[in-house]
């Protein structure tokens, strides 16, 4: 037992050595400049802060020549740089050289939290196969490389985090459940205050929260608490945090990380209420033949509808000719959003959209019947 622990520990040391070597080639040519544009306004904006102690008023990179308010950006990664660089600030480094390293940094701690996860879930094997391949892809290697100081680094870091301490909470009973959930919340909170494609991420929690309402098996008050601590902090902190940039619940990134996850614990909360009452029940589930969750959700979603009809039935019609839609993942980028919210929730198509649905609602019986362990249903939604 004791040689397989060191040959696990030798094993990721030898793959975190592998992810510095790729990344690292050339470094010493790098040190002279940044790459890309964006991260130079985060390292000009994090060493105002370090001169400073806060950030400026008015970005004058943004918006020549009269400059864009800092209040309707999101500045949490210019104050992660400085923050960090003013803990490692008496080793002597040079601020240039810490910032031209600083992707590698995070992409270290990215991956051994990666690998922390899928061991969760799957054991040590599936976890080195997919921090082996994920270090080689060529995608998330043009992204992490040294130089390259934009937030993508922290980014992952974040969103692996927010998985980590969620999935975390399901394998925990009594207070360290709560504990666990509400740390991942927290960590979803400074992802939304990172970067605005934060309902990415959001976007799959709070789907599988609506998955496990609408299959409507064990659901009681202590889900309903949890969710409410997940979702809760994340949008009141966003939305008081950063009004000038979530309150346009017309944009999609925020309609991901405000309305849906209010959608989803209003339904949640109708959803008790109507299991308080056994006739109640009765009705919305049809006599028994349907799942409570499903007619609720879908009663709900319905009384919705009335709010924004034309323009959804304006963005609906031309995804049925696309039923598979565009790249949903750059449809979710807050930079590259230029649809309303109703263009692009039927985005994927809405041919795609009913099929998940369909299968999404299925999958709890299958595994029942299947006698397959609910955290496998779990991971594959996850994934």
């Known amino acids: 037992m004791k040689n397989k622990r060191y040959s696990i ?3 990721f040391i030898a793959n975190i050595m592998l992810l510095i070597y790729t990344r690292g080639i050339g470094i010493s040519y790098k040190l002279t400049s940044l ?18 102690g806060r950030m400026p008023e008015v970005d004058i990179l943004r918006s020549s020549p009269l400059g864009e308010k800092t209040g309707r950006q999101l500045t949490f ?7 960090i660089y003013r803990i490692i600030k008496f080793t002597g480094i040079d601020f240039g050289k810490f910032v031209v390293a600083l992707p590698i940094i995070f992409l270290v701690l990215t991956v051994s939290v990666i690998y922390m996860l899928i061991w969760r879930v799957f ?35 974040l969103s692996m985090l927010t998985f980590l301490f969620y999935i975390q909470s399901y394998f925990c009973i009594n207070w360290k459940q709560l504990v666990f959930r509400f740390i991942s919340s927290l960590f979803t909170l400074c992802l939304g205050l990172t970067w605005h494609g934060v309902g990415l991420f959001v976007s799959v929690v709070i789907t599988l929260e609506l998955i496990r309402i609408i299959i409507d098996r064990y659901y ?25 940039v979530y309150r346009h619940l017309d944009q999609p990134y925020a309609f991901m990380v405000v309305l849906y996850p209010a959608f989803v614990l209003i339904v949640a909360s109708l959803l008790l209420m109507v299991k308080q009452f056994p006739f109640l029940e009765k009705i919305f589930s049809i006599n028994y033949y349907m799942p409570t969750g ?12 009335p709010l924004a009809f034309d ?9 049925l000719i696309d039923p598979f839609g565009k ?43 299947l006698n397959i362990p609910k955290y496998w249903l779990f991971t594959v939604l996850q994934a």
């Open 9 to 11: 520990a030798g094993l």
């Open 35 to 52: 790459v890309e544009t964006d991260p130079v306004r985060y390292v000009y904006q994090a060493r105002k802060i370090l001169e400073y």
């Open 77 to 83: 990664y210019p104050y992660i740089i400085a923050g």
């Open 123 to 157: 054991g040590h094997k599936v976890a080195f196969l997919s921090v082996n391949i994920l270090t080689v892809t060529p995608p998330f290697l043009v992204r992490t490389y040294a130089g390259f100081a934009d937030r993508d680094g922290l980014v992952l870091l």
């Open 220 to 244: 009681n008050k202590l889900t309903l608490g949890l969710l409410v601590l997940w979702a809760l902090p994340v949008i009141l902190g966003l939305l008081s945090l950063k009004p000038g």
């Open 294 to 305: 499903f007619s609720v959700t879908f009663l709900f979603g319905l009384a919705c509808m």
């Open 311 to 319: 323009r959804i039935s304006n963005a609906l019609i031309p995804s």
């Open 327 to 369: 790249d949903t993942v750059l449809q979710m980028i807050g930079e590259l959003q230029k649809l309303g919210i109703e263009g692009w929730s039927f985005y994927p198509g809405a041919f795609l959209i009913s099929m998940t649905a369909g299968i999404f609602t299925i999958s709890g019986d299958v595994c029942n019947n």
